[in-house]
């Protein structure tokens, strides 16, 4: 498809169908709702879909067989559509237009004639209950003279308005208006024929002059007269039946009660809008008009209530909207100049109403000064100091910088000498250093229980070959000296007397 169709496709249309409405044997006829034409797009498969005959296939999977023009679907045409139901007759511009035939997969379909994309003029209407409809239509609506064929084989002639059956009509009146009206759409009065509604089957065409109800200069033959066209036997002709053709119109709808405050003088038919005028109020207010409790219409119970509810009452809206009668209750302003607030001013001078922001005494007793006891309880102290071993403490002389200012179960490394506080006794550990190399290892508790030390690049191993142990405690492990500065300790592990592993945290 080249691009000058595919672009006028984008703008094509696929169908979709609804139903609504319900029938109502006495009152209400069943009604399909019309086609309407949907955006959808998936490709012209056969032939010319601009200007010529072809297929094209929509996105929602519909397809249209027929001719085309500009484009559009345009002339004869059949429309399928993806649920089943289908259609086959006219179109115009994308719409139903002209006589077709519309079937559902149920068995009920309409065949008539069809005005952008709406039933209108003549049609068939074969409903699922088994009730036919041969009527005029207008918009999609039954709307003009029509007849019912029951079910149960009964006949009823009616003049319908807007899909509603509006006043009942003689059989004789209803097909006649509908043979002159329609009688070259013979494809739908065959089918009034084929119920032995129609007598007059072989009726033909004739010439009439303008206002002449005869056969005078026609073709027809003796015993029919010539009107609108056709010939039709005389007996079937009533003047009344052939006027009812121009008097079967549009009827103004409106209220009809000349009590009403909407009175229409042409309405012909009452809609049900009629509206009166209540005690209080005139017309002209309105239909939504209503009297206050003050009698007033369309007042507000301004004149007469006070702000309480109370006829004639003394009560009143102070400047925080509160009503009463009472001028000590009347709000004054807070610190914020707001009427009714609750702002107020604490002993620092901020107005506020946070009670959190309130400002207190500092432990030199300045109401809000910043002075804070330290946690050694000393007011505007420095804090703890912090030792060699990483602990902090309240006084210098404290710092032991010792395995035993570590926390239970951890090693660091301390300026060469490896710390440590253990609560399992250790008969072996490995270490590995972080950034340096160990040249030298001596000292510590290793040492003084008889562990067999190895040392090479960053890693160090040292055991008990004989009943040497480490005791559960803390102290310094081992010494050790670097070929650089070590930024602390990489891994460590170690084993108890039993062989079993343990661990303790490294502290940097």
Not at 6 to 18: G, N, V
Not at 280 to 302: E, P, Y
Not at 470 to 486: A, M, R, W, Y
């Amino acid at each position: 498809m080249n691009k000058s169709v595919f672009f006028i496709f984008l703008i094509s249309f696929a169908i979709s169908i609804e139903r609504s409405g319900d029938y109502d044997d006495d009152f209400q006829i069943y009604q399909f709702s019309d086609a309407t034409l949907n955006k959808g797009i998936r490709g012209c498969t056969i032939g010319n879909c601009k200007e010529g005959i072809g297929t094209f296939i929509f996105e929602n999977r519909d397809m249209y067989s027929g001719e085309f023009s500009n484009g559009m679907m345009h002339g004869k045409g059949e429309y399928r559509v993806s649920n089943g139901e289908y259609y086959k007759g006219d179109f115009k511009e994308n719409d139903f237009d002209g006589f077709g035939k519309y079937s559902f997969p149920s068995g009920e379909y309409y065949e008539g004639e069809y005005r952008k994309g709406k039933r209108n003029g003549l049609g068939f209407l074969s409903h699922r209950d088994g009730d036919i409809y041969i009527s005029e239509f207008k918009r999609g609506l039954l709307h003009g003279p029509g007849i019912i064929i029951k079910r149960n084989g009964n006949i009823e002639s009616w003049d319908f308005y807007k899909g509603e059956k509006f006043m009942e009509l003689s059989m004789e009146a209803v097909t006649t208006h509908l043979l002159i009206s329609h009688h070259k759409r013979s494809e739908i009065l065959e089918k009034l024929e084929s119920y032995e509604i129609l007598t007059s089957k072989n009726y033909v065409e004739c010439n009439q002059e303008y206002g002449l109800r005869s056969n005078i200069y026609s073709e027809c033959p003796n015993g029919m007269q010539c009107l609108d066209g056709i010939c039709i036997e005389d007996q079937s002709i009533s003047i009344d039946a052939v006027e009812i053709k121009n008097e079967i119109k549009e009827l103004e709808l409106g209220c009809m009660d000349e009590r009403a405050c909407n009175f229409s003088k042409s309405a012909q038919k009452d809609d049900g809008s009629c509206w009166y005028q209540i005690k209080g109020c005139s017309c002209d207010k309105g239909k939504n008009a209503f009297v206050d409790d003050c009698g007033i219409c369309m007042g507000d119970n301004s004149i007469c209530r006070d702000c309480s509810g109370v006829i004639n009452g003394t009560a009143y809206l102070d400047r925080c909207g509160n009503c009463d009668n009472i001028v000590d209750n009347d709000c004054s302003k807070d610190c914020k100049g707001i009427w009714g607030g609750d702002a107020y001013v604490d002993q620092c001078g901020n107005c506020d109403n946070i009670i959190e922001n309130d400002c207190i005494k500092d432990c030199n007793g300045v109401w809000g000064g910043n002075a804070i006891v330290d946690e050694c309880g000393i007011c505007n102290g420095s804090g703890k100091t912090q030792c060699k071993s990483g602990n902090y403490v309240c006084d210098i002389l404290e710092c032991k910088d010792s395995g035993c200012d570590l926390p239970n179960n951890t090693i660091k490394l301390l300026d060469g000498e490896i710390l440590y506080n253990s609560d399992f006794e250790i008969h072996g550990f490995q270490i590995v250093i972080e950034d340096a190399y160990i040249t030298q290892a001596y000292s510590g508790d290793a040492y003084n229980n008889n562990f067999t030390t190895n040392f090479g690049g960053r890693s160090l191993m040292s055991m008990s070959y004989s009943q040497g142990v480490i005791k559960s405690g803390c102290g310094t492990l081992i010494k050790l000296i670097f070929d650089d500065i070590s930024a602390g300790i990489t891994s460590a592990s170690f084993y108890d007397s039993n062989g079993m592993p343990h661990s303790l945290k490294v502290i940097k």
